[in-house]
Nanobody, 124 residues
Framework: QVQLVESGGRLVQAGGSPRLSCAAS????????MAWFRQAPGKEYEFVAT????????YYSDSLKGRFTISRDNAKNTVYLQMNSLKPEDTAVYYC?????????????????WGQGTQVTVSS
């Protein structure tokens, strides 16, 4: 089993640049693809980004590419999401996911493990 704990969510002003972290425990996740999703109030889950186990081949939602950067430190069993130039519409709970099951990497049901989420609120 893998436990994922997100952190770094907070209230920020528009234009801010927080970094989210997702710490894994239970076993190493260095061989797993990891991903970030988000859910805004009253909306469906939205894919944000994913990264392979080696840290190569990051892949982003087209709408977020250029503002968000996913990275990982396998020595720390941790994945990061650097968010830049935040907008009020980026307000959401951000979730970390691990172990891609092999179909569409943008689908929430294609990841086995999930964290509890961290709230990011962007004020205008």
């Amino acid at each position: 089993q893998v436990q994922l704990v997100e952190s770094g969510g907070r209230l920020v002003q528009a234009g801010g640049s927080p970094r989210l972290s997702c710490a894994a425990s239970g076993r190493t996740v260095s061989t797993y693809s990891m991903a970030w999703f988000r859910q805004a109030p009253g909306k469906e889950y939205e894919f944000v980004a994913t990264i392979t186990g080696s840290g190569g081949m990051p892949y982003y939602s087209d709408s977020l590419k250029g503002r968000f950067t996913i990275s990982r430190d396998n020595a720390k069993n941790t994945v990061y999401l650097q968010m830049n130039s935040l907008k009020p519409e980026d307000t959401a709970v951000y979730y970390c996911a691990a172990q891609f099951l092999g179909d569409s990497r943008e689908r929430r049901d294609q990841y086995r493990y999930w964290g509890q989420g961290t709230q990011v609120t962007v004020s205008s």
